[in-house]
């Protein structure tokens, strides 16, 4: 069984920062693409940023140059560097894998159970 496991949400004053870590574990292939997206109650869940196996990135326009995602492929963890963090960037947070099982099977997307993170004003 594939299994994601936050770790790093929290409290923090508007201005602060976090880091929030995300390892893989069980069973796969390959890792094609891991992110985080958040979400509040009553809203859609909605991408924060995204980084491929090659390194690609990308960033809700909300979070540009603030956050920074990062990845360790030895370790099979993604992380997401937090800065400048604000009221409104206050959600619980949910880490995404999208992975093959197989060589050459399809591809499967597994979450994480999600970290709250909040800024106070």
């Known amino acids: 069984q594939v299994q994601l496991v936050e770790s790093g949400g929290g409290l923090v004053q508007a201005g602060g920062s976090l880091r929030l870590s995300c390892a893989v574990s069980?069973?796969?292939?390959?890792?094609?693409?891991m992110g985080w997206y958040r979400q509040s109650p009553g809203n859609q869940r909605e991408l924060v940023a995204v980084?491929?196996?090659?390194?690609?990135?990308n960033y809700a326009d909300s979070v540009k140059g603030r956050f920074t995602i990062s990845s360790d492929n030895a370790k099979k963890t993604v992380y997401l560097q937090m800065n400048s963090l604000k009221p409104e960037d206050t959600d619980v947070y949910y880490c995404q894998s999208l992975l093959t099982r197989s060589y050459g099977g399809p591809q499967y997307q597994y979450w994480g159970q999600g970290t709250q993170v909040t800024a106070s004003s």
């Open positions: 069980g069973s796969f292939n390959s890792i094609n693409r």
């Open positions: 980084i491929t196996s090659g390194g690609t990135t």
